[in-house]
């Protein structure tokens, strides 16, 4: 007569099959692929993304969902870390470095630039590469430069990034001004002087022909605007 394998027997079995469990590599690459597809979505540019699969004789616990996701603040291109984390109780957490990269125009200067000086579209010329090649901030479409002005003084050839560029100045330094104070039921106007220089939107200073400081904003056609 055949004997049953003994309880004892069955122990070690399922333990053998316990410790030797894997999660297996296709759905962990399925989940990263679906995320960075999803983040990527919006990158200007012909997008691709590379990434090292989970290693086949891994010892993490089998899990069936996952929460995919980037650290804190980290830009969407170029060489990173996502982190991969087992949503089962008890779950467990990897990281997966990813190179992400992104194949588009970005605006170059056409021939040197000074600072201070306002761009204008013959100022700047385009080319084709990598954008996770180059400093964070490049700018991909010209028209987010033009009529800006520079901060810094730049080489011919350069990417120009967000960086380099401001609002041009609406009010200068010892300009006389407009001020036009705003508030329930009134509005009155004086003249003064700028004792800084301002953009669109910009806090300045401004000296009454009375000697009083006061600050508001800046505003085109010479006008700082004080809210009440």
Request: net charge positive; proline share 7%; glycine share 10%.
């Amino acid at each position: 007569m055949r004997r049953s394998p003994s309880l004892f027997a069955w122990i070690l079995l399922l333990f053998a099959c316990t410790a030797f469990a894997t999660q297996d590599p296709a759905p962990v690459r399925k989940a990263v692929q679906e995320y960075l597809r999803v983040q990527t979505k919006g990158l200007p540019g012909k997008v691709s993304f590379t990434f090292q699969g989970l290693d086949p004789s891994n010892k993490l616990k089998p899990c069936g969902a996952f929460d995919v996701s980037l650290p804190p603040g980290a830009r969407v291109w170029g060489r990173t870390n996502l982190t991969v984390r087992c949503l089962a109780e008890n779950g467990w957490s990897i990281f997966v470095p990813v190179h992400i990269h992104v194949v588009a125009s970005y605006v170059i200067t056409a021939h040197p630039l000074g600072r201070g000086q306002t761009i204008a579209s013959s100022d700047l010329a385009s080319r084709r590469g990598d954008l996770s090649d180059l400093p964070a901030g490049v700018i991909t479409d010209e028209r987010q430069a033009v009529g800006r002005t520079m901060t810094i003084s730049i080489a011919a050839g350069r990417p120009l990034r967000a960086d380099m560029i401001r609002e041009p100045f609406v009010v200068q330094q010892n300009q006389a001004v407009k001020v036009v104070s705003r508030g329930p039921g009134f509005q009155v106007s004086n003249e003064g002087r700028a004792l800084n220089p301002g953009a669109d939107g910009a806090v300045v200073q401004v000296r009454l022909a009375s000697g009083q400081i006061v600050s508001g904003i800046a505003r085109r056609g010479g006008i700082v605007e004080i809210g009440y």
